[in-house]
Antibody, heavy 120, light 107 residues
């Protein structure tokens, strides 16, 4: 069974940092683009970052460019998101999502998400 | 970035009704459009890819159509388990974007 499990969320103060992790199983992780999508409480979905299969190409939404860093460890089947200079606007559930073997692909499956709360 | 506009943002319907949700793109995304269903407290679930291809296991009462800038998701004979929020997503450009969502509520 294809599975994605996020961890690392929690309460962080404004200006602080956090590292999210996503453990993948049930598929050949090293072959796929991977994404992070977030959803503020009660609001819609927003793609924030993706990384190609070998980690050599990364892309970011304008809202997180320069503050967030996506990375992966194919030997450990893990995806990461380093988030810095956090503000209240970054409060959201963060989903780890598999893309395709090429960049132009739908997102499936999704992890259950990890909640990041930015508050003093 | 390509803007995706869904309408309506919410609708009320009864079991057995036919429901149509529209998604418009600010520029052509060809057929690179997906639809997702999300229930409260759960992750989104993929329904449709390439504008009209049903994902495996998705009931045939769901269908998608359109290309370019205008797309529709249709649910024929709405079932109790279909009450949820639906999102469109374009994956044509390097910056993926989602529509704002359509909440389908029980009338």
């Amino acid at each position: 069974e294809v599975q994605l499990v996020e961890s690392g969320g929690g309460l962080v103060q404004p200006g602080g940092s956090l590292r999210l992790s996503c453990e993948a199983s049930g598929f050949s992780f090293s072959l796929y683009w991977m994404n992070w999508v977030r959803q503020p409480p009660g609001k819609g979905l927003a793609w924030i970052s993706r990384i190609n299969s070998d980690g050599s190409t990364t892309q970011y939404a304008d809202s997180v460019q320069g503050r967030f860093t996506i990375s992966r460890d194919n030997a450990k089947n893990r995806l990461y998101l380093e988030a810095k200079s956090l503000s209240n606007d970054d409060t959201a559930v963060y989903f780890c999502v598999r893309g395709g073997m090429s960049v132009r692909s739908w997102f499936d499956p999704w992890g259950n998400g990890t909640l990041v709360t930015v508050s003093s | 970035d390509i803007q995706m506009t869904q309408s309506p943002s919410a609708l009320s319907a009864s079991v057995g009704d036919k429901v149509t949700i529209t998604c418009r793109a600010s520029q052509s995304v060809s057929m690179w459009l997906a639809w997702y269903q999300q229930k409260p407290g759960n992750a989104p679930k993929l329904l449709i890819t390439k504008a009209s291809t049903l994902d495996g296991g998705v009931p045939s009462r769901f269908s998608g159509s359109g290309s370019g800038t205008e797309f529709t998701l249709t649910i024929t004979s709405l079932q109790p388990e279909d009450f949820a929020t639906y999102y469109c997503q374009q994956y044509s450009s390097s910056s993926v974007t989602f529509g704002g969502g359509t909440k389908v509520e029980i009338e």
